[in-house]
């Protein structure tokens, strides 16, 4: 079983930063963590994934260039900081696990979700 827990979503002016965290607890096995987001009236999307192991990063088209995620191992923690945001990026953002088989991108690959954490941009 795997837990997570999202913090550090808030309120920012667009072109700001923010960095979102999703601490981890409980053990799985080649796990891979993810981050989705999802705005009001829209599908779900994936943003981001990292594999815990490898430390390899994979980035959706809304993430490419302005955010990056990380892992601290020691923390049990993943990161995604958001740089130059939009207001098109305001939405709940989501960490999830995929500790099986299936791309990362796929948002039915994921075992483990939280709860979530707003995120709101203004113009």
């Known amino acids: 079983q795997v837990q997570l827990a999202e913090s550090g979503g808030g309120m920012v002016q667009a072109g700001g930063s923010l960095r979102v965290s999703c601490v981890r607890s409980?053990?799985?096995?080649?796990?891979?963590f993810g981050w989705f987001r999802q705005a009001p009236g829209k599908e779900r999307e994936f943003v981001a994934a990292?594999?815990?192991?490898?430390?390899?990063?994979w980035y959706g088209v809304p993430a490419q260039g302005r955010f990056t995620i990380s892992r601290d191992k020691a923390k049990n923690t993943v990161y995604l900081q958001m740089n130059r945001l939009k207001p098109e990026d305001t939405g709940v953002y989501y960490c999830?696990?995929?500790?099986?088989?299936?791309?990362?991108?796929?948002?039915?690959?994921?075992?483990?979700w939280g709860q979530g954490t707003q995120v709101t941009v203004s113009s």
């Open positions: 999830a696990a995929h500790t099986g088989s299936g791309s990362v991108t796929d948002i039915g690959s994921y075992d483990y």
């Open positions: 990292i594999s815990w192991h490898e430390d390899s990063p």
């Open positions: 409980g053990y799985t096995f080649r796990p891979y």
